[in-house]
Nanobody
Framework: QVQLVESGGGLVQAGGSLRLSCAAS????????MGWYRQAPGKQRELVAA???????NYADSVKGRFTISRDNAKNTVYLQMNSLKPEDTAVYYC???????????????WGQGTQVTVSS
């Protein structure tokens, strides 16, 4: 079994910064892709940023230049540094991590519990 623990959400004024963390633990042979999604009230969950095992990244157009995703492979942890936050960034943020439990098994995606980010104007 694999557990994902998120931290770092909160309330911040527009223009401020927050850093989210998501640590994976449990039966892990290898971690493949890692990413962050968000879901605002009444909206569908959307991809915010993702990073491959090789370090390649991609971002939603709405956060390019403001958010930075990174990972620490030794700690099986993914981070999301969010700068210049806007009220429209308000949402519950979820990490998503693809874990390979053993070399002969395929990767399986796991979700974090979600952390609330609220940006006030």
């Amino acid at each position: 079994q694999v557990q994902l623990v998120e931290s770092g959400g909160g309330l911040v004024q527009a223009g401020g910064s927050l850093r989210l963390s998501c640590a994976a633990s449990g039966s892990i042979f290898r971690v493949n892709g890692m990413g962050w999604y968000r879901q605002a009230p009444g909206k569908q969950r959307e991809l915010v940023a993702a990073v491959t095992s090789g370090g390649s990244t991609n971002y939603a157009d709405s956060v390019k230049g403001r958010f930075t995703i990174s990972r620490d492979n030794a700690k099986n942890t993914v981070y999301l540094q969010m700068n210049s936050l806007k009220p429209e960034d308000t949402a519950v943020y979820y990490c998503n991590v693809e874990v390979v439990a053993a070399w002969w098994k395929p990767g399986f995606p796991y979700w974090g519990q979600g952390t609330q980010v609220t940006v006030s104007s």
